[in-house]
């Protein structure tokens, strides 16, 4: 139904008295907004008093928020200041712990050309390594460690050859295929490797424990000397790795060792480098008598 043509507000003089001043505030109110106007376009510092007085009144409540903003922005950049500083640690961490390896190796194999040039003259120098390549695969669930090359006989890796990543020995190669090759790592329980200890040469054998660890047994029984922290490098001995390998790290000492936990980790190796084996590698040198002599060589890992 349409709505009536009278808008009167019906026989109430209240209701018709306040419908009357409604208009008369509204053009009032627009009368005096448009003399404001026109002032303020002629004469604009006419109400800069009274600006001022509005801005000084706002000024507690402008306070109070831009406080809440500062504070919001604070707690975003302190979260994305701990996001960024975690993924620079991490980087930092992981390039410290390589160039701790390198320094032990670096210095292992100072010592090793130390006492070989003193006994046989003979200058060590690191042989192009066979291959490098990708660690494709490693077991992690059952008790025997084995790792998957992803490089075989067609590019030259051969049974008993090394195998080392950036962080020092991964294992030795077990059986070869033509593109891929089975690697034993150092934590399996038939692996053996001779090793000394990097700051003085302490002398004994790691062997794997099938959980990722190593058991060191020293060679020369007596007062343990070892102690957390200590780093063993391979000694040479048996003429399979090349001495100054890093190989493990000590965590705790037992009565006739220690047991230890291997640097290179298999599960975040990528790339790994197949060696030479090192019997193979040094060439006799002649002595000071014209005789040719060649690296001493103990009994090798199993």
């Known amino acids: 139904m349409a709505p009536p043509p009278n808008r009167r507000s019906g026989y109430s003089r209240r209701a018709q008295y306040g419908t009357f001043f409604g208009y008369i505030a509204g053009i009032v109110g627009a009368l005096v907004g448009g003399g404001f106007l026109i002032v303020s376009i002629f004469n604009p510092d006419a109400f800069a008093g009274l600006r001022g007085a509005a801005a000084d009144a706002a000024e507690p409540g ?49 010592e090793e050309n130390t006492r070989l040039k003193g006994l046989l003259g003979l200058a060590q120098q690191d042989p192009a390594p066979v291959v490098t390549t990708q660690l494709v695969a490693a077991t992690g669930g059952s008790t025997r460690r084995f790792a998957t090359l992803g490089a075989g006989s067609g590019r030259g890796v051969v049974v008993g050859m ?126 000071a008598s014209g005789t040719a002599v060649a690296p001493p060589a103990a009994p090798g890992p199993r």
């Open 162 to 287: 090394p195998v080392r990543s950036q962080l020092g020995l991964v294992g030795r190669v077990l059986e070869v295929g033509s593109s891929t090759a089975r690697v034993l790592l150092v934590t399996d329980t038939e692996s053996v490797v001779p090793v000394r200890r990097a700051q003085d040469g302490v002398a004994a054998f790691a062997q794997g424990l099938g959980d990722g660890r190593l058991q060191l047994r020293l060679i020369n029984l007596g007062i343990n000397p070892l102690k957390p922290g200590d780093v063993f490098v391979t000694s040479g001995s048996g003429g399979l790795y090349r001495p100054g390998i890093a190989l493990a790290a000590v965590t705790s000492v037992t009565r006739d060792g220690a047991i230890a936990r291997v640097l290179a980790d298999p599960a975040a190796t990528e790339f790994v480098v197949v060696d030479r084996v090192w019997a193979q590698q040094a060439e006799p040198v002649a002595t």
């Open 62 to 110: 402008g306070k109070v928020v831009a406080v809440g903003r500062r504070e919001t922005q604070s707690f975003f950049d302190v979260v994305r200041g701990y996001a960024v500083a975690g993924v620079r640690n991490a980087k930092l961490e992981r390039e410290l712990a390589e160039a701790k390896i390198r320094l032990v190796e670096a210095q292992a194999i100072a």
